[in-house]
């Protein structure tokens, strides 16, 4: 029977391993702030997004702080009001008492909007000890079936009332207080300038987060009237919210009492100081709007627009990490005090800085086709710290071979870097020229809530809110919808960072983005915006980042272009955008980055590309159709630290101009069609870290001045099958080489010693070559060696150094002349995960593996030539192996092995392929195997084994999980997949 072995994939396991992306699960949530917590700032719930959305219990409450008992000269007045008011449910704003409130001197000095003291801002844990935490409904909780059932038993209650007091007036009075109350209470509407007011609106008590005190009653001590119930306050503050609005024809917000934007209004009118209520009355009734920019108007519009934001994505659903301060009352209702907000210039509470992000170094190492860790690592780099990203962009995993998966940690620590450069010149350039000193202190200036669990949509007139932000920098969150229009039409006309980065916003890139004079930064990447690219921008604009959406198109040469003092252009993954790189795109002397991997560019790489002398870091992998030579423009930017042309379809050579480039840290010109020699004058490219030619057509051999490379710590020249030539004998002078990737490249002669000098190498694969001779000796200096592959070789003597690798993960000795015994001090790797010796000409005894518990698989097979005694393979018992939990694979046929079945092969649980096949083998089947989780077991010619076949392994076949079961023809097996009838 032909044996329908699948053959060893050389290099297969350790390079899948780049491609892997790891899990991680979030860490649980903390538990709720108990009942009566007396914190008085809101409690950020940490957790997965479903917990949003999942706990129903704690959407019925939302916290509420009561204030402090009425005066004493009230107390008749309360006391009255009790006595006709329905059953006591959470108190209510009483909108008679707010007129008045807003139409009376207090005694008190009135409190501003913001409350600002000697000392500063007021300690919130202060502010706490002197407010009693209760629950509260909120106000988008309450129906309307619930209110109307309040008003009807208020005015039965007033009806039983008269008729005690008056009853010689029953009919009389009777009639006049069911007229008064029907047109007093039920009215939706009065004559307050046709403001729409909610019909279950109560006050500002009634939303959730409220924590004021009850407003005081009339000054005249009377109950409220039937036609006392609309609060002009309420009215103005609505008519003046609405006045922000864009008029673009769609119904108001406000109109919505569960609204986002109605809790908000809500919380700013339970804010208001008399002052500042007097102040909108004043204006709601001259009709005039007022200045945005100043005052009140504008410390309304900013509140409001942080409340509207809190509430629209999922703020006071517990969902955000961090909402220190937010939506308390009182003083500490100063939205300068609260976190991620910056007012006037100053510092935000927010401990994250936009310019002091930075890159955590990683030591891990790849040995993927497509690489694409180390370029995520180094991805969104400071553009002006070359040094910096020098010594942290190798690799981007802390152990383990793989740098397949992106480190999203580092991009964002390095965009963050950039941007913060970006701002910090601008502050220090007087924000491009705009005067400072006219700016209110209690302006809005930024709002930084990045990676903060933020959700739902940002309101379409968010813009009009802030008149002075300089700075809106939310990424990393879950927003989503489509960009607010008033963030990109020019109305902001401050605002110098937008960084959106990492959310779901959808829609399109306005053109009208060419009037926000003072933009340095646009941040929209990775989000899912779509459409063409703008072919007008920002004129000052600085960084520039669309990458990873669906744009489609061409690139609007011109435009970028015209734009002179552009540093960062991100345009990558993309897969709609096409056409050529235009020439014209490269006006700007001071572009320093370039990103268009990953997009289906076409032509060759113009050679304008030259005219942005101070490029540091060129990105344009992935374009299948981008074909031609590199430009000899390329070679001229001395500045360069980074190029990254692989997977595309360029030719030609490589250019001894190459040697010029001595700031060169990263050249990755893998998997293309380059032919012709490495030139020796790479080796004056000192710089480089990072070397990868390999899957080219290259030709020449290795040369030596590679050798000299004193930083190198990545060297992937494999797959260039004509390569040729030998391992450089300096090769171990190359002391900082973490990775040495040389298979199948078409090499001959020995490995050299030196190479056991590299005592940081992680990765050695030289597999797939003519390489022949001894395993040097001097391997035992290999100390930080995880992966070594010598398969597909002419290699004939094992040194027994072999078994002194400390860190060794997976060794690849197969299809090589080794003769003799695996040396013993295999034994003692107890690191090996997976050891294949297959197809040599190995004999004797088999190692002892027991000591061996992180043992995946095992290859022992083909080491017995057939009808030559001299090459037996390996010889005596099957080795014990009971110990090894892990093992999954264990494959020793083809060779000589003697005795019974191993029985306490049952309890290795984690097998999945047993094959026995071809060695001297004898005695019954352990029905214990039938217990394993088995889909391969081969037995057959091993004369020796004697049935009946165990019905536990029918089962494992009858139930489709054992595919392969094949043993000798004269056991008469019913269950088996096939049968050997040999001779």
Avoid at 67 to 93: F, L, R
Avoid at 206 to 231: C, L, Q, V, W, Y
Avoid at 424 to 453: C, S
């Amino acid at each position: 029977m032909a044996d329908d072995d699948a053959s060893y994939s050389s290099g297969s396991s350790y390079a899948s391993s780049s491609e892997e992306e790891e899990d991680f699960a979030p860490p649980p949530p903390p538990p709720p702030p108990a009942d009566g917590d007396s914190s008085g700032a809101m409690v950020a719930v940490a957790g997965t997004a479903d917990d949003h959305y999942d706990d129903d219990d704690d959407e019925d409450e939302e916290a509420g702080v009561r204030g402090s008992d009425p005066p004493a000269e009230a107390a008749t007045a309360e006391t009255a009001m009790a006595e006709t008011a329905p059953p006591k449910t959470p108190e209510k704003y009483n909108s008679n008492s707010a007129a008045a409130v807003a139409a009376t001197t207090l005694a008190s000095p009135p409190q501003s909007l913001y409350h600002h003291t000697a000392a500063g801002y007021q300690d919130p844990d202060e502010v706490a000890e002197e407010l009693e935490i209760t629950k509260t409904p909120t106000l988008r909780r309450l129906n309307r079936e619930e209110k109307k059932a309040r008003r009807k038993a208020y005015c039965q209650r007033n009806r039983r009332r008269i008729l005690c007091v008056a009853a010689v007036l029953l009919v009389l009075v009777t009639l006049a207080v069911a007229l008064g109350i029907v047109f007093g209470t039920s009215s939706g509407q009065d004559d307050n300038k046709g403001v729409d007011i909610p019909d279950d609106f109560s006050g500002p008590d009634d939303f959730p987060g409220a924590t004021g005190a009850r407003p005081a009653p009339s000054p005249a001590g009377g109950t409220m009237g039937p036609t006392e119930t609309r609060d002009p306050t309420l009215a103005a503050l609505t008519d003046y919210l609405k006045s922000l609005e864009a008029n673009n024809g769609a119904p108001s917000p406000l109109s919505d009492p569960a609204s986002p934007q109605s809790q908000a209004r809500n919380y700013v009118l339970s804010t208001l100081s008399q002052d500042d209520a007097a102040v909108l009355a004043a204006l709601n009734n001259s009709g005039a709007k007022g200045n945005p920019r100043q005052g009140v108007q504008l410390r309304v519009g900013q509140l409001y627009g942080l409340a509207a934001t809190y509430y629209a994505t999922g703020g006071d659903d517990g969902g955000w990490d961090d909402d220190t301060n937010w939506m308390l009352r009182g003083g500490a209702a100063d939205p300068c005090g609260w976190t991620g907000v910056t007012c006037g210039g100053g510092s935000a509470r927010r401990g994250r800085d936009l310019g002091t992000g930075t890159v955590s170094a990683s030591t891990g190492t790849g040995t993927g086709s497509k690489d694409t860790g180390s370029i995520a690592a180094d991805r969104q780099t400071h553009i002006g710290d070359i040094q910096r990203r020098a010594s942290s962009a190798s690799g981007n995993r802390s152990t383990g071979t793989g740098t397949g998966s992106k480190d999203t940690g580092s991009i964002a620590a390095d965009r963050q870097t950039h941007i913060g450069d970006i701002q910090r010149r601008a502050r220090e350039n007087d924000y491009a020229g705009r005067n400072l000193q006219a700016m209110p202190a209690d302006a809005i200036t930024e709002i930084r809530l990045e990676d903060n669990d933020l959700f739902g949509q940002l309101d379409d007139n968010f813009g009009a809110y802030f008149p002075y932000l300089r700075t809106l920098a939310l990424p990393s969150n879950s927003l989503s919808g489509p960009l607010p229009s008033s963030l990109l039409n020019g109305q902001m006309d401050n605002l110098q960072i937008i960084d959106l980065f990492d959310n779901d916003f959808t829609g399109s890139v306005m053109e009208g983005m060419a009037n926000m004079q003072q933009l340095l930064v646009l941040g929209l990447g990775d989000n899912e915006i779509d459409g063409q690219l703008p072919t007008s921008l920002p004129p000052k604009l600085q960084f520039l980042e669309l990458s990873d959406n669906d744009f489609f198109g061409t690139i609007p040469g011109n435009a970028l272009g015209a734009l002179s003092d552009l540093e960062s252009l991100a345009l990558s993954d993309n897969a709609r955008l096409v056409g050529p790189i235009p020439p014209t795109m490269f006006g700007s002397p001071n572009l320093l980055r370039l990103e268009l991997d990953d997009c289906n560019f076409s032509g060759g790489i113009p050679s304008e590309i030259g005219q942005a002398s101070a490029l540091t870091y060129v990105n344009a992998n992935g374009n299948a159709l981008l074909t031609g030579p590199i430009p000899a423009a390329l070679y001229s930017l001395v500045n360069l630290d980074t190029v990254l042309l692989y997977e595309t379809a360029i030719s030609g050579s490589i250019s001894p101009a190459i040697g010029q480039l001595t700031n060169l840290r990263i050249a990755f010109l893998n998997d293309n069609n380059l032919s012709g020699g490495i030139p020796p004058e790479i080796g004056n490219c000192k710089a480089l870290v990072e070397l990868k030619l390999d899957d080219n057509n290259l030709i020449g051999g290795i040369p030596a001045e590679l050798t000299t490379l004193p930083l190198l710590e990545r060297l992937h020249l494999h797959k260039n099958a004509a390569l040729g030539g030998t391992i450089p004998e300096d090769i171990g002078d190359l002391t900082a080489l973490r990775e040495l990737f040389l298979y199948s490249s078409g090499l001959t002669g020995e490995i050299p010693q030196s190479l056991g000098d590299l005592a940081v190498l992680v990765t050695l694969a030289l597999n797939n070559n003519a390489l022949e001779g001894a395993l040097p000796d001097s391997f035992d200096g290999l100390v930080s060696l995880r992966v070594l592959d010598l398969a597909l070789n002419g290699l004939e003597k094992l040194t027994k150094n072999i078994g002194k690798l400390p860190a060794l993960e997976e060794l690849y000795l197969n299809s090589n002349q080794f003769q003799g015994q695996l040396p013993k001090e295999i034994g003692g790797l107890t690191t090996l995960r997976r050891l294949y010796a297959e197809n040599n000409l190995f004999s004797g005894d088999a190692p002892d593996f027991s000591r061996m518990l992180e043992l995946e698989e095992l290859g022992l097979a083909y080491n017995k030539v057939a009808g030559d005694d001299k090459f037996p393979g390996f010889e005596g018992d099957l080795p014990n192996l009971g110990g090894l939990r892990k093992l999954a694979v264990l494959r020793l046929h083809e060779n000589s092995f003697e005795g019974e079945l191993d029985p306490n092969y049952g309890s290795l649980t984690s097998l999945i392929e047993i094959r026995l096949e071809n060695n001297n083998l004898s005695g019954a089947i352990p029905a214990f195997w039938g217990f394993l989780s088995l889909e391969e077991l081969t037995l057959f010619q091993n004369e020796g084994i004697v049935g009946p076949v165990p019905a536990e392994l029918c089962t494992l076949v009858e139930g489709g999980r054992l595919d392969r079961f094949i043993v000798n023809c004269s056991l008469g097996c019913p269950c088996c997949t096939d049968c050997y009838d040999g001779p």
